[in-house]
């Protein structure tokens, strides 16, 4: 990448406004970080010191010259002359819409991706100024190190805006999987929701502990989704006979009483304590910032193994060193 | 292990029976197969080809002497003079009692796990000669390096017997998850029964394609549950504020249409033939025997990243390298 960086703004600098600041920072762009909260360098600053001790482990080159940081005093000072603009504000829809309006006074073409996990881009866009600069950009934490973003337009957005996108999202080394169809809650956070009600059940009645749930997922399935995802699986568990005879196999479960997703646990103080009680029993020896840097070194590790096997997650890292080694010869 | 190695008789020589007689041979137990099948010599020999490929790979010490394999031309023969039997025939409830009946007339003593992702072992039980020694283990695919199996007694189940059978489980370097309250499905096939459902339904309204589904787990989430799975992820993405704040911010989606879990997909035949024909699309290209091969050469990556780690699943077999360097010593 020649000439001078390019900026992006972030507006919201929470966790997931932070990991976006890592990436962009980590891959030469300028980046002003717009949040009224005023712990938000320290936090940022935080975030960016485990993207900064993880992110270089995964690429077989040098680091791009890391960008500057700014923390601008308002939003229209962040997003001036910002060649992206990412929000990652709280999930109520009045203030993504005061946000959104702010935005688009100065930077009405810019483009304007939501990091809402909830939130249809055509729910987003109502009232806007510029609505085909809008639509949802979805990352999952650690932004820094996971590549998954989806990328979501609604018929409002401009193709064009999404073309500028996915390329910018590619070349900071992430994954956007274009999400045709506009739907609340996008894929991943519609399958996290039918697990989380699940496990929700299963804490109330007494079945398991959340320690007992995270280890029937880590010790086992949770190993296959990392490399495979759900179909990928099946289709090797339909072995020989293949996909179809899987299916035929599996089919009839539909019927049964296996979940209890018919209806939703009652979310009061009762269940709330005895997930955060458990939950304290099971991870409370380990700080929050622990557990970040173990959860690293974990991912670092996993996608090594996946760009060494040239496979899933791995194939979007060794892509992204090839782009970067043809651009800079 | 000093002294003559015992017999695991493995009723059932699919996909999973092949699994658990891989786990015992390599752990150098002798395993004795029945299945009428006449396929199944040769349909053990290939899995038993890749868990000789994958799982010393995982361990800091020399394997011990490979067990002596038989395949038995009856029940009676396979379970004769066995320590542990293992049951792995299909999901139908009469075949199961009946297979159950021809064990226990030779070896009612005898430990005997059911590989069932569905029954509840009251229902296992039902008829049986002796239902002190039934209980359900079950295992994930590939058997031989997962380490998950979900240990489930029903109150008739002897304590003893569910304590012998943890310390063999342990012994051939598996995890016993050991589910205290009987339920359909246990705990982990109802949380992919969940996802499973959500899935079918995304692909049948087309949202995303089984790719496209696929790669919004193994792109973000999925890199997550295979290292610390739902309840402690959330735990750090409650961030400083911790678990509390998290499931305030999440409660309320529960009352979102987020899922369309309230209903079950009607599993047509065009359903059948959309994922059938989408799954050809991503993946056809490989073989199934390619697809083990490469599954396997990423979950022997992974696990050996977790052991270096400390962490999760790569410390069950760091736990077990230490327990047999004891044991040799």
Redesign the interface.
Known sequence: MSGAPRKAAIIGG??IGGGWAARFLLAGWDVAVFDPDPQTPRKIGEVLDNARAALPALSDLPMPTEGHLTFADSIAGAVAGAAYVQESVS?RIALKHRVYAEIQETAPDAPLGSSTS?YRPSVLQEEAATPASIFVAHP??PVYL???V?LVPSPATAPQVIETAKGILHEIGM?P?H???E???H??????????????W?VR????T????????????????????????Y??????A???HF?????P???????R?????E?DDAL?DL??G???A??GHHS?RE??R??D???V??????K??G???GR?IADHDARRARTEE
Chains 1, 2 share one sequence.
């Open positions: 929470g966790v999930e909830g999952f934490n996971l590549p998954l989806e994954f999987l999400v045709r169809k739907i609340d809650a894929i991943a956070d519609r399958l996290l929701e039918a697990v989380w009600r699940e496990a929700l299963l009645d007494g079945v398991a959340t320690e007992e749930i995270d280890d029937a997922i880590r010790m086992g399935f949770g190993l296959r989704w990392a490399q495979m995802g759900l179909f990928e699986t289709r090797i568990a339909g072995g020989e293949g996909m179809r299916l035929g196999q599996f089919g479960c539909l019927q049964e009483p296996w979940t997703l018919m209806d939703v646990p979310y709330v997930i955060a458990q939950s304290d099971q991870s929050i557990l970040e173990i959860r070194r974990n991912l590790g996993f996608l090594r193994v996946l060494e096997n496979w899933g997650a979007v």
